[in-house]
Nanobody
Framework: QVQLVESGGGLVQPGGSLRLSCVAS????????MGWYRQAPGKQRELVAT???????NYADSVKGRFTISRDHTKNTVFLQMNSLKPEDTAIYYC?????????WGQGTQVTVSS
């Protein structure tokens, strides 16, 4: 059974940093596009960043230059380094693993940016 488990969320002041991790188990994730999405209260879930097996990356315009996605194939882990955090980054952050016909989600980790 595929599981995605996120960690690393928390409360941080504006301008601060957090590093999210997502450990994937139950399958080999070679060939999957791994990604981070977020959902703020009252809003739809939105793409934050994705990374392919060959480490090609894609970012939402709102996080470009501040967030960096990376993956460690040997540990089946995906990371999201978040710098220069803003209050509008406050959301539940979800890990995602996708390939054609398959779409897996983690349970999410809360990120709150507030002074």
């Amino acid at each position: 059974q595929v599981q995605l488990v996120e960690s690393g969320g928390g409360l941080v002041q504006p301008g601060g940093s957090l590093r999210l991790s997502c450990v994937a188990s139950g399958s080999t994730f070679i060939g999957y596009v791994m990604g981070w999405y977020r959902q703020a209260p009252g809003k739809q879930r939105e793409l934050v960043a994705t990374i392919t097996t060959s480490t090609g990356t894609n970012y939402a315009d709102s996080v470009k230059g501040r967030f960096t996605i990376s993956r460690d194939h040997t540990k089946n882990t995906v990371f999201l380094q978040m710098n220069s955090l803003k209050p509008e980054d406050t959301a539940i952050y979800y890990c995602n693993a996708w390939r054609i016909g398959v779409n897996h989600w983690g349970q999410g980790t809360q990120v709150t940016v507030s002074s």
